[in-house]
């Protein structure tokens, strides 16, 4: 099944009925300069997500290969439950397999993403797989088996994807909910994995909404709910296009920006010494409906690792994604890539490459 997006940013300005802020003439020009030069000791990673699985070998080795080439040291993807364990008691780990070996081959490191739910496991009133496990400990029983599994290979675990969306924890987000599943697969994989790194599934862009629930405020109620010993960095997906990371004057809603926020919520509860990491982050080309120019896609990118550097605290950035995952200008998913499904380079690689400090032409 395709990794869905969000509108994201454009979709929740919606909600609060501030859709103008979406245009592109707002931005401020100087989004459309040239990345700056200026190289980041900030590690690079790609968010490749499910799609990775249903590549041939060929193409799987030129996606992993062109992420190395561009810098990439992180790959972060879903071992899916819902794939992997369709029926009960029938497991088929192949696909996953295959990821975790070709990916390997190139040095990259793995963030595991467990997460989604088989039909025979899923709360009552979910309709997909993105409906939240009925019981914790079967979900903690297959976390635990993907880190006895992959033990020599993954070390690095993120527990679900944006539970603060309804898209993405059905039939409706809920902290307490959530924190159980962190709490019971967390303490699964360390029995098996003692210096395993646990993150939280990465936070979503949302308002609170009475569905959603935005980043800052579930990430207090995670702390309230008694999640601070369970994660070991926090993980959010910071998206702020059409605007630049570093725009004040969107702090309102670009969560790029927000991360303040977040981070005054974790020196609050003591965590000052765990780190960030923006497990998705990047921007759409194209002709969608919120899609930016392909400079300005470099221009965000290129300004969220300078502010991942001067903040201190953000350690690592995953891209999403590699490569557009089609041809439709006019579909947001197909269009976040840092090169085209053909492999053209998109200024946001030469971006990248300057961020990260390779500072040299394209390599594809």
Request: glycine residues 8%; hydrophobic residues 40%.
């Amino acid at each position: 099944m395709r990794r869905l997006r969000l509108p994201l940013v454009c979709a929740l300005l919606l909600t609060i009925g501030s859709l103008s802020a979406c245009a592109p003439k707002p931005v401020p020009t100087t989004t459309t300069s040239a990345p700056p030069a200026a190289c980041s000791s900030v590690g690079l990673g790609i968010a490749g997500g499910a799609p990775l699985n249903w590549l041939s070998q060929a193409d799987l080795d030129t996606e992993l290969s062109a992420m190395k080439n561009a810098g990439t040291t992180w790959l972060r993807f879903d071992i899916d439950w819902s794939a992997v364990e369709p029926t009960k008691g029938q497991q088929n780990w192949a696909a996953t397999d295959r990821v975790v070996d070709r990916a390997r081959l190139q040095g990259l490191s793995l963030v595991g993403i467990v997460t989604y739910t088989p039909v025979w496991a899923r709360v009552a009133g979910a309709t997909d797989t993105h409906g939240y496990p009925a019981d914790t400990a079967t979900f903690a029983k297959f976390a635990q088996q993907a880190a006895q599994r992959y033990s020599t290979r993954i070390s690095t675990w993120e527990i679900w994807n944006e539970p603060n969306l309804v898209q993405f924890f059905r039939p409706k987000p809920n902290v307490d909910t959530y924190a159980s599943i962190l709490k019971a697969a967390s303490t699964s994989i360390r029995a098996v994995q003692p210096g395993a790194k646990i993150l939280n599934g990465g936070l979503a862009p949302a308002v609170d909404n009475g569905s959603d629930i935005s980043p800052v405020t579930y990430l207090n109620a995670l702390y309230n709910a008694g999640a601070k010993p369970y994660f070991d960095v926090f993980s959010i997906h910071p998206y702020s296009w059409p605007a630049l990371p570093s725009d004040a004057s969107t702090s309102s809603w670009n969560t790029f920006y927000r991360i303040r926020l977040m981070r005054d919520i974790m020196v609050k509860n003591g965590d000052t010494g765990k780190k960030v990491w923006a497990t998705e982050f990047g921007a759409p080309t194209g002709s969608g409906a919120t899609a930016v120019t392909p400079q300005l896609q470099a221009s965000i990118i290129s300004d969220g690792f300078a502010q991942a550097q001067a903040l201190g605290y953000i350690e690592r950035i995953f891209i999403y994604s590699m490569r557009d995952r089609g041809t439709n200008s006019r579909d947001i998913e197909q269009n976040f890539g840092l090169v085209t499904i053909n492999y053209t380079p998109k200024p946001a690689l030469d971006a990248v490459k300057k961020a990260i400090g390779g500072c040299s032409a394209p390599k594809i």
